[in-house]
């Protein structure tokens, strides 16, 4: 018989409940404990709901208040000293080192930040050194499964495996120069074999150890490491089911089939070739083998005849009884159920499967393939054939014009007229800004009042005038404020954007929205990403409006702000019918109409923002230059449209730019700003291997936790980065749009950031 299994679960609410209890915590508006209530219920129906849709294996203990990284650093005492000894509770330690602290007395920075593999999702960076003290201080994975089971749900409990953990670490301050964190991996493993051995005690029959390092070129050089690991864990726990996701292990599976794990999970949704390798390594063992067939990553239903018969290839050569069929990772990157869409037509509806229909996916699929009778089982494999032919006649179908648009694309397209150091000449005449340059990277707060005006506009109890007259107010307050505080190049602060990316989405045609479809991007940050359905074309101009209405109030130069083909494209759920390159280069030309409009609407500098361009890369080093080539092409084809006298900007954020850097200079944007606050300025010895020509703007504060920078902090980030980059190269700006933050701390944070634009400019 073949069994069904999630890996894991959003853990945000049907209706973000848990977002709605974090932030009234943060706000001192709900106790400690209520905030846990809350994160209960929301466990309890999931793990309820889990049940009711027919899954045998159900997972606890991924869930999080902010991060499942964090939870894992926290209750293991990888607790970073700047944390410790500052009368917080446990609970407020947790978030300090997520969001950062300044109350109370207390002024601690965050943590840095990641992305999650090639997702959109962040997680915590844990800091470690020779000095860490691993122990276990709670055993949360064995609460919750506790919890699961007093509301009458047996779980398979989830953790992050020791050598993914100790790989995804990074070496603190205070570690030697020569420190590696997985040389701490025989200091971690009697902390996992005590979690697992207390799991075992209390009746844990199998255990998801999630180990998605293995999907990387890394992974071959840790064969030692994971052996080692697993002798050492297999004796005490349950039943591991060693789990990874996102990827194809290629010969890693050689090393892998010979660790003494019960069960191995592979995603078969990524990397379906993947099958062969490893039915043929795991053949001869008694490893049971976990199909992800059920994609985890995008919104589309399942096509069951495809996963049937992906599971049929396994069954044949190693029986049902060493099959289970999978969601090909954690459902954490889907919204929760489709049941909360009531605008989607019936056509699209029949399109979507969120997560609790997923759930339901993998547990008809296992049915089938045990041979299942039930009526409803064989009613919901047709009712499957006939959504899956519908949609691929739809998809079918195709926008000649826009297709024919794309077959035109010439080389010359993809440059700019003149090479950079003629344009920053003419830029410079032009724009006449003074030395260090200060700017903010787009967004400013999205007050209750602005959310308040959009929800009236979207219910029809304002009218397109009104807001109109409510968005104009909004963005001269927020131009004469910058006015007021110094900054030099200014933005309109995109008080009428719901989402960098939904934004656009809602006004270029290809694109599909939904109402409740949230998935958490870091912490209490929640994102609703469009859905691209169709060919992408631009009906209309998107921002000329409101960024001609804000130079119209300024004198100052105005930045025009967009964001770029790749991160739209990553930040959305992409067909999965087409190349992701086609669609780039589709949302690429109609940016690029949209520059070239700005530019003739008098805006002089225009930011096309690709954060998530280092997201998107693949996951193996033989697959980067393919799409390093089309990803660098499109956005350079979105703005190379302008004249010489025209800058254009690109933001980049929390990733690491070290390996594809030649990539970052061959956009040739005049003006990037990265990310540099949370990472302890570690860019910059990649600035220092292969230099810059350009011009850059680091990140001089981390705009992702409400704590106020010192002007001096800015001044000492500025002489070490002075160090580096040339001063006549350098802007100075935040790392990040400030649309999470509030007003007071925006203020203050701005105010510092130009005193220290003072401070270089009279002594730099």
Same mark, same amino acid.
């Given at each position: 018989?073949?069994?069904?299994?999630?890996?894991?679960?959003?853990?945000?609410?049907?209706?973000?409940?848990?977002?709605?209890?974090?932030?009234?915590?943060?706000?001192?508006?709900?106790?400690?404990?209520?905030?846990?209530?809350?994160?209960?219920?929301?466990?309890?129906?999931?793990?309820?709901?889990?049940?009711?849709?027919?899954?045998?294996?159900?997972?606890?203990?991924?869930?999080?208040?902010?991060?499942?990284?964090?939870?894992?650093?926290?209750?293991?005492?990888?607790?970073?000293?700047?944390?410790?000894?500052?009368?917080?509770?446990?609970?407020?330690?947790?978030?300090?080192?997520?969001?950062?602290?300044?109350?109370?007395?207390?002024?601690?920075?965050?943590?840095?930040? @990641?992305?999650?593999?090639?997702?959109?999702?962040?997680?915590?960076?844990?800091?470690?050194?020779?000095?860490?003290?691993?122990?276990?201080?709670?055993?949360?994975?064995?609460?919750?499964?506790?919890?699961? @089971?007093?509301?009458?749900?047996?779980?398979?409990?989830?953790?992050?495996?020791?050598?993914?953990?100790?790989?995804?670490? @990074?070496?603190?301050?205070?570690?030697?120069?020569?420190?590696?964190?997985?040389?701490?991996?025989?200091?971690?493993?009697?902390?996992?074999?005590?979690?697992?051995?207390?799991?075992?005690?209390?009746?844990?029959?199998?255990?998801?150890?999630?180990?998605?390092?293995?999907?990387?070129?890394?992974?071959?050089?840790?064969?030692?490491?994971?052996?080692?690991?697993?002798?050492?864990?297999?004796?005490?726990?349950?039943?591991?089911?060693?789990?990874?996701?996102?990827?194809?292990?290629?010969?890693?599976?050689?090393?892998?089939? @010979?660790?003494?794990?019960?069960?191995?999970?592979?995603?078969?949704?990524?990397?379906?070739?993947?099958?062969?390798?490893?039915?043929?390594?795991?053949?001869?063992?008694?490893?049971?083998?976990?199909?992800?067939?059920?994609?985890?990553?995008?919104?589309?239903?399942?096509?069951?005849?495809?996963?049937?018969?992906?599971?049929?290839?396994?069954?044949? *050569?190693?029986?049902?009884?060493?099959?289970?069929?999978?969601?090909?990772?954690?459902?954490?990157?889907?919204?929760?159920?489709?049941?909360?869409?009531?605008?989607?037509?019936?056509?699209?509806?029949?399109?979507?499967?969120?997560?609790?229909?997923?759930?339901?996916?993998?547990?008809?699929?296992?049915?089938?393939?045990?041979?299942?009778?039930?009526?409803?089982?064989?009613? *919901?494999?047709?009712?499957?054939?006939?959504?899956?032919?519908? /949609?691929?006649?739809?998809?079918?179908?195709?926008?000649?014009?826009?297709?024919?648009?794309?077959?035109?694309?010439?080389?010359?397209?993809?440059?700019?007229?003149?090479?950079?150091?003629?344009?920053?000449?003419?830029?410079?005449?032009?724009?006449?800004?003074?030395?260090?340059?200060?700017?903010?990277?787009?967004?400013?707060?999205?007050?209750?009042?602005?959310?308040?005006?959009?929800?009236?506009?979207?219910?029809?109890?304002?009218?397109?005038?009104?807001?109109?007259?409510?968005?104009?107010?909004?963005?001269?307050?927020?131009?004469?404020?910058?006015?007021?505080?110094?900054?030099?190049?200014?933005?309109?602060?995109?008080?009428?954007?719901?989402?960098?990316?939904?934004?656009?989405?809602?006004?270029?045609?290809?694109?599909?929205?939904?109402?409740?479809?949230?998935?958490?991007?870091?912490?209490?940050?929640?994102?609703?990403?469009?859905?691209?359905?169709?060919?992408?074309? /631009?009906?209309?101009?998107?921002?000329?409006?409101?960024?001609?209405?804000?130079?119209?109030?300024?004198?100052?130069?105005?930045?025009?702000?967009?964001?770029?083909?790749?991160?739209?494209?990553?930040?959305?759920?992409?067909?999965?019918?087409?190349?992701?390159?086609?669609?780039?280069?589709?949302?690429?030309?109609?940016?690029?109409?949209?520059?070239?409009?700005?530019?003739?609407?008098?805006?002089?500098?225009?930011?096309?923002?690709?954060?998530?361009?280092?997201?998107?890369?693949?996951?193996? /080093?033989?697959?980067?230059?393919?799409?390093?080539?089309?990803?660098?092409?499109?956005?350079?084809?979105?703005?190379?449209?302008?004249?010489?006298?025209?800058?254009?900007?690109?933001?980049?954020?929390?990733?690491?730019?070290?390996?594809?850097?030649?990539?970052?200079?061959?956009?040739?944007?005049?003006?990037?700003?990265?990310?540099?606050?949370?990472?302890?300025?570690?860019?910059?010895?990649?600035?220092?291997?292969?230099?810059?020509?350009?011009?850059?703007?680091?990140?001089?504060?981390?705009?992702?936790?409400?704590?106020?920078?010192?002007?001096?902090?800015?001044?000492?980030?500025?002489?070490?980065?002075?160090?580096?980059?040339?001063?006549?190269?350098?802007?100075?700006?935040?790392?990040?749009?400030?649309?999470?933050?509030?007003?007071?701390?925006?203020?203050?944070?701005?105010?510092?950031?130009?005193?220290?634009?003072?401070?270089? /400019?009279?002594?730099?």
């Amino acid at each position: 018989m073949v069994s069904s299994s999630v890996l894991g679960f959003p853990r945000i609410g049907a209706n973000r409940e848990v977002k709605k209890a974090v932030e009234a915590y943060w706000a001192g508006k709900l106790s400690a404990e209520d905030l846990i209530k809350a994160a209960s219920d929301v466990k309890k129906s999931s793990w309820t709901s889990l049940k009711e849709r027919g899954v045998d294996l159900i997972p606890s203990g991924e869930f999080s208040l902010y991060d499942h990284v964090l939870d894992h650093s926290a209750a293991f005492n990888a607790i970073p000293k700047r944390y410790q000894g500052l009368g917080l509770s446990a609970l407020d330690v947790f978030f300090a080192m997520g969001r950062g602290r300044q109350a109370g007395g207390v002024d601690v920075p965050a943590c840095e930040m @990641k992305k999650w593999f090639d997702s959109n999702y962040h997680f915590v960076v844990p800091e470690l050194s020779e000095e860490t003290d691993f122990k276990l201080l709670y055993n949360k994975v064995l609460a919750e499964y506790k919890e699961a @089971k007093e509301a009458g749900v047996v779980t398979r409990p989830v953790v992050l495996g020791p050598v993914s953990y100790l790989i995804l670490a @990074k070496a603190a301050k205070e570690a030697s120069a020569t420190f590696q964190p997985i040389s701490l991996l025989p200091k971690i493993l009697p902390v996992y074999k005590q979690l697992l051995s207390e799991l075992k005690a209390a009746g844990v029959e199998s255990v998801q150890i999630d180990e998605p390092i293995l999907v990387l070129d890394k992974g071959a050089e840790l064969d030692k490491q994971y052996a080692f690991a697993y002798a050492e864990l297999v004796p005490v726990a349950p039943k591991i089911m060693l789990t990874t996701y996102f990827n194809r292990l290629d010969s890693n599976i050689n090393f892998i089939a @010979k660790l003494p794990v019960a069960g191995l999970h592979i995603d078969l949704v990524r990397a379906p070739q993947q099958l062969g390798e490893v039915i043929t390594a795991i053949k001869s063992t008694p490893i049971v083998l976990s199909l992800g067939v059920v994609s985890g990553r995008n919104i589309w239903k399942a096509d069951f005849a495809a996963a049937i018969k992906f599971a049929q290839t396994a069954i044949a *050569a190693l029986g049902a009884d060493r099959v289970i069929v999978a969601t090909s990772s954690s459902l954490l990157h889907t919204p929760v159920t489709l049941a909360s869409e009531k605008k989607l037509t019936e056509q699209q509806r029949d399109w979507f499967s969120f997560a609790l229909e997923k759930a339901s996916e993998v547990a008809t699929i296992a049915a089938v393939l045990s041979g299942s009778q039930d009526p409803k089982v064989s009613a *919901a494999l047709e009712a499957n054939k006939v959504s899956i032919a519908k /949609r691929r006649q739809f998809e079918s179908t195709s926008d000649d014009a826009v297709r024919k648009r794309v077959a035109a694309i010439t080389p010359d397209m993809y440059d700019r007229k003149s090479p950079f150091a003629t344009r920053k000449e003419v830029q410079a005449k032009h724009l006449n800004l003074p030395k260090f340059p200060t700017t903010t990277i787009g967004s400013f707060p999205q007050t209750k009042e602005i959310r308040t005006a959009r929800a009236k506009l979207g219910k029809g109890e304002i009218s397109e005038a009104e807001y109109d007259e409510f968005i104009k107010k909004e963005i001269e307050m927020v131009v004469k404020f910058q006015e007021k505080v110094g900054l030099d190049l200014l933005v309109h602060g995109e008080p009428e954007r719901n989402d960098m990316v939904q934004y656009f989405g809602e006004q270029l045609n290809g694109f599909v929205f939904t109402q409740n479809a949230w998935v958490q991007s870091y912490g209490s940050r929640y994102v609703r990403p469009p859905i691209i359905v169709s060919d992408v074309s /631009r009906p209309k101009p998107m921002t000329v409006k409101w960024s001609s209405y804000a130079q119209s109030v300024s004198t100052k130069p105005m930045k025009g702000m967009l964001s770029g083909p790749v991160t739209i494209l990553n930040w959305s759920f992409p067909r999965d019918d087409v190349p992701r390159k086609l669609q780039s280069q589709q949302l690429a030309l109609a940016l690029r109409d949209e520059v070239i409009d700005l530019e003739k609407a008098g805006i002089s500098a225009i930011q096309v923002d690709e954060p998530a361009i280092r997201e998107g890369l693949p996951l193996r /080093r033989s697959d980067w230059d393919e799409y390093l080539e089309w990803a660098v092409d499109t956005f350079k084809l979105s703005t190379a449209g302008v004249t010489d006298a025209t800058q254009t900007h690109s933001h980049f954020c929390y990733s690491d730019f070290g390996d594809i850097f030649p990539s970052i200079q061959r956009l040739d944007a005049d003006v990037i700003s990265i990310e540099f606050s949370k990472s302890d300025m570690k860019l910059l010895h990649t600035f220092k291997q292969y230099g810059y020509s350009n011009q850059i703007g680091p990140g001089v504060y981390d705009i992702h936790s409400p704590r106020v920078p010192s002007e001096q902090e800015i001044i000492d980030r500025l002489k070490t980065t002075l160090a580096i980059i040339p001063d006549h190269l350098m802007f100075i700006n935040p790392d990040c749009g400030l649309k999470t933050r509030g007003w007071k701390e925006t203020e203050a944070s701005l105010a510092n950031l130009v005193a220290a634009a003072r401070w270089a /400019r009279a002594n730099a």
